[in-house]
């Protein structure tokens, strides 16, 4: 049973670039969260994609956008990069269970170094 | 608004012992899932443990359990029979179902197993 899987495990970028990172979710899986760890905190919700749609983001600038595919693999995009959003990206997936009893299962993150 | 609290930054437990990492979260809505993770030095977050706020009993995962004190607002991880392998940090997490589909993290606690 495949588990969550995300690329690049690293990736160095300078200021201003933009930066695409990818997950694709558990099997069976078909909802895709974002959440952005900084160092010594813990994951910050950045946002959801179930059917190909975003359905709840966090308290991210429009910087951060993202997309899901019909296979329900996903991606995060992060525009003009700047020095704090450097951090560990951790793609999450769960079933489509309305309220608050679905379990995320987290993929191993991509972590960013910003320059 | 809701929100979780771990003042525990670092906890030593002697390896074959018990150990308790806290959490109190604060919310208004009645139905919520309490949830613990584990991140070890790889990054990727591991689920270990969910307990609903309408669950009668505490939950139990092997050598975990919730102490689920509802009327306190506080939801403890106790890992027994501690080894090695346990030293990681641990997140407790919260989704209310009024609150869509995001989860909100605590800051974590790092725990540290002694052979």
């Known amino acids: 049973d495949a588990g969550v899987t995300q690329s690049p495990t690293h990736l160095i970028k300078t200021r201003g670039q933009q930066v695409t990172l990818r997950c694709s979710p558990k099997s069976g899986h078909d909802t895709v969260s974002w959440y952005q760890q900084a160092l010594g905190q813990g994951p910050q919700f950045i946002f959801q994609?179930?059917?190909?749609?975003?359905?709840q983001r966090g308290n991210f600038p429009d910087r951060f956008s993202g997309h899901q595919f019909p296979n329900y693999s996903s991606e995060l995009n992060v525009n003009a990069l700047l020095l704090g959003d450097s951090a560990l990206y951790l793609c999450?997936?769960?079933?489509?269970?309305?309220?608050?009893?679905?379990?995320?299962?987290f993929g191993p993150g991509t972590r960013l170094t910003v320059l | 608004a809701q929100k979780i609290t771990q003042t525990q930054p670092g906890m030593f437990v002697q390896e074959k012992e018990a150990v308790t990492l806290d959490c109190t979260y604060d919310t208004s809505d009645p139905s919520y899932g309490l949830f613990w993770y584990k991140q070890p030095s790889s990054g990727e977050m591991i689920f270990l443990i969910y307990?609903?706020?309408?669950?009668?009993q505490n939950a139990t995962e092997g050598r975990y359990s919730l102490n689920f004190q509802k009327a306190r607002k506080s939801a403890n991880l106790v890992i027994s029979a501690s080894q090695l392998g346990d030293s990681a940090m641990y997140f407790c997490?919260?989704?209310?179902?009024?609150?869509?589909?995001?989860?909100?993290f605590g800051a974590g606690t790092r725990l540290f197993v002694k052979a």
């Open positions: 994609y179930y059917e190909e749609e975003e359905r």
């Open positions: 307990q609903g706020s309408y669950d009668q």
């Open positions: 997490a919260m989704r209310e179902a009024g609150g869509g589909f995001k989860t909100i």
């Open positions: 999450a997936s769960s079933l489509p269970v309305r309220g608050s009893t679905d379990t995320q299962y």
